[in-house]
């Protein structure tokens, strides 16, 4: 599909991006095309699985969890499923990324406090040594992809 996406389609992904609320009627006009166009479009887009979802984005300190950490995870076994299983069950793991090089598994994991971010760090632990940095700041938040240049 990348083959696919033209200039049209990279600008709707870009206005979907910044707000996946956008009325229709409104993101055809900044993309100058009519409403029911901006609709096919966007269905083509999601039916392709280039849009794979809308969700809303949450103040992590306002909604109590005012710890961010990243934790690389060293995961010497084979069966990946008990882990899988632990990031599915305990919804603090925001993301997790499965890695090249000396970290197998590199996580956001979001905590209530430094004693909550322990018992998340444990329970990790039993799959592998853990190397844990806290968050200070995000200075360039998630933003998706862009059109490529």
């Known amino acids: 599909m990348a083959e696919n996406i033209d200039a049209t389609d990279w600008s709707i992904l870009t206005e979907l991006q910044r707000d996946g609320r956008i009325p229709l009627t409104e993101l055809g006009r900044r993309v100058s095309l009519s409403a029911s166009a901006t609709t096919e479009r966007v269905k083509r887009l999601e039916t392709a699985g280039v849009i794979t979802g809308y969700r809303a984005e949450v103040d992590l300190v306002k909604a109590g969890f005012p710890i961010l950490a990243v934790v690389r995870l060293k995961y010497p076994g084979s069966q990946h499923q008990p882990l899988h299983r632990l990031l599915d069950e305990r919804h603090e793991f925001l993301e997790c990324l499965r890695t090249t090089g000396d970290d197998c598994y590199v996580l956001k994991a ?36 862009q059109a490529p240049s």
């Open 110 to 145: 979001t905590a209530t406090s430094m004693a909550h971010l322990e018992q998340l760090i444990d329970e990790l632990a039993q799959f592998g040594s853990t190397t844990t940095n806290l968050v200070y700041s995000q200075p360039l938040p998630y933003r998706g992809p």
